[in-house]
């Protein structure tokens, strides 16, 4: 059974009276352990796939089957718990708490799902260990580089034992040496944690540090293909 299975998803907005068809049929599947780029220029579907993907959307019709289980049919808390449990989200902002240690950072998903305090700074000391953090835990935001608010938020996104992540051009903010520290290191917790991740970018560079690049175009996918030339951080 696939993680992700997608059956022919539409997403359609309305714009005043006008449709406008951001997913227009949509049919994919990805393994557990895959490790794959979307592609796609601004206005190409990538984003709305995305957030479909995190549900924070709902497709206007198709099928969504997470892990076997039907989107569709899932209850609001239901939702939230897979939102918390199952994905774990890094965006290009980093969306860190200013004032907050990067400990607390990445202790924040456990809050909600009423982890003790002790088991929560285990964790989170394991995870910033993981993304090559330690010794920096009670650093603030702006106290550390880009690339390590970026790790900060990839540990964030660990942290609650999540089987896949999804990064939304997360290197978008940083500069090229950093990005392939980020790329790098995503590419370590794929090989080495099996975690899966599906990452959104438009940089061709970036992408090919994933093993399958998936192309979206005017809310289609027209390519789907293995990446033969990997780069390996």
């Given at each position: 059974?696939?993680?992700?299975?997608?059956?022919?998803?539409?997403?359609?907005?309305?714009?005043?009276?006008?449709?406008?068809?951001?997913l227009r049929g949509i049919s994919l599947d990805i393994g557990r352990g895959e490790f794959v780029a979307?592609?796609?220029?601004?206005?190409?579907?990538?984003?709305?796939?995305?957030n479909i993907l995190g549900c924070l959307d709902t497709p206007s019709r198709g099928e969504y089957h997470?892990?076997?289980?039907?989107?569709?049919?899932?209850?609001?808390?239901?939702?939230?718990?897979?939102?918390?449990?199952?994905?774990?989200?890094v965006f290009q902002g980093f969306n860190l708490l200013a004032r907050t240690t990067a400990l607390e950072n990445v202790e924040l998903p456990m809050l909600y799902g009423g982890i003790g305090l002790r088991e929560r700074?285990?964790?989170?000391?394991?995870a910033l260990r993981l993304v090559g953090l330690e010794g920096r835990e009670h650093h603030q935001p702006h106290q550390l580089s880009g690339g390590q608010q970026q790790r900060v938020a990839i540990a964030r996104a660990l942290v609650g034992g999540a089987p896949l992540i999804l990064?939304?051009?997360?290197?978008?903010?940083?500069?090229?040496?950093?990005?392939?520290?980020?790329?790098?290191?995503?590419?370590?917790?794929?090989?080495?944690?099996?975690?899966?991740?599906?990452?959104?970018t438009h940089e061709p560079d970036m992408a090919l540090y994933a093993k399958r690049i998936v192309t979206v175009r005017d809310g289609l996918i027209v390519d789907d293909e293995p990446v033969r030339k990997r780069k390996v951080g």
């Amino acid at each position: 059974m696939a993680l992700i299975e997608l059956r022919d998803i539409h997403k359609t907005y309305s714009l005043g009276e006008i449709p406008v068809h951001a997913l227009r049929g949509i049919s994919l599947d990805i393994g557990r352990g895959e490790f794959v780029a979307v592609m796609g220029a601004s206005g190409s579907g990538k984003s709305t796939l995305m957030n479909i993907l995190g549900c924070l959307d709902t497709p206007s019709r198709g099928e969504y089957h997470l892990e076997g289980r039907d989107v569709a049919r899932l209850s609001g808390d239901d939702l939230a718990r897979t939102r918390n449990q199952t994905i774990g989200f890094v965006f290009q902002g980093f969306n860190l708490l200013a004032r907050t240690t990067a400990l607390e950072n990445v202790e924040l998903p456990m809050l909600y799902g009423g982890i003790g305090l002790r088991e929560r700074h285990r964790r989170a000391k394991e995870a910033l260990r993981l993304v090559g953090l330690e010794g920096r835990e009670h650093h603030q935001p702006h106290q550390l580089s880009g690339g390590q608010q970026q790790r900060v938020a990839i540990a964030r996104a660990l942290v609650g034992g999540a089987p896949l992540i999804l990064a939304d051009e997360p290197t978008g903010n940083l500069d090229s040496a950093t990005s392939e520290e980020i790329m790098s290191l995503f590419q370590s917790l794929n090989d080495g944690e099996g975690i899966t991740i599906i990452l959104v970018t438009h940089e061709p560079d970036m992408a090919l540090y994933a093993k399958r690049i998936v192309t979206v175009r005017d809310g289609l996918i027209v390519d789907d293909e293995p990446v033969r030339k990997r780069k390996v951080g």
